[in-house]
């Protein structure tokens, strides 16, 4: 798919690599509608990208909230060919708190916006794609979701965040398999550790040893190559079913 013909649906895209991605896609002359739930971060990415792009306050976790935003992305595009998903929550907590163990309520939570709420949107957007017009090799859509490195070696304290992370890469493959019926990709990237809002608060000191953890090169991910790589997924027809880590070959340690 050429980057011109793009017409996405991003959750999380009013900031971070949700943005990053937004930002990429207009820029190659592609649309894009974001999905969020921080109106003012929203308004402002509109302000920035212009009519290229549209926001729509939405909780993935919503069937119905997602449904009905992806008949407005529709209404809005007239198609949706591509939906990424970047909407998601740390969930950090020990299991065995020093207060007490982890709230049953915190674990659900997390799975509910992390893997849920992705699985809620490949779903919906999967049923969206099915009616295009099929292009090169049949391709009618693609859909990215964003995992962790912590699905793979989660720290002490990311059990609920690396369990919603891993389940997000469980299911890539079997839903590739299922949705190659109807033309659609569907893959992951786990990211490393990158320079996203939540990582820019952190002080100095956390953001250089966080750096100094990369192998190479030792610096924190930018969302700009984060948003490179979903844009070559959505360009190149072979990828299909996989989980790409893009984290400068880090290896979590143990906390």
Known sequence: MQLNQVKALITGGVSGLG?????????????????????EAGAAAEAELGGAVSYIRTDVTSEQGVSDAIDMAVHHMGLINVAVNCAGIIGAGRV????????????????????????????????????????????????????????????????????????????????AREYARIGVRVNTVAPGIFLTPMAEGMPEHVQEALSASVPFPSRLGKPEEFAELVAHIMQNEYINGETIRLDGAVRLAPK
């Open 19 to 39: 943005l990053a991605v937004a930002r990429k896609v207009v820029a190659n002359g592609g649309q894009a509608v974001l999905l969020d739930i921080n109106d």
């Open 96 to 175: 065995l708190g020093r207060e007490a163990p982890m709230a049953l309520d915190f674990f659900a939570k997390t799975i509910q916006i992390n893997l849920i709420g992705s699985f809620n949107i490949i779903k919906a957007a999967g049923a969206a794609m099915e009616s295009n017009t099929p292009g090169t090799d049949g391709e009618r859509g693609v859909i990215i979701s964003t995992a962790s490195v912590a699905a793979y070696e989660g720290q002490i304290g990311q059990a609920a965040y690396s369990a919603s992370k891993g389940g997000i890469v469980g299911m890539t493959l079997p839903i």
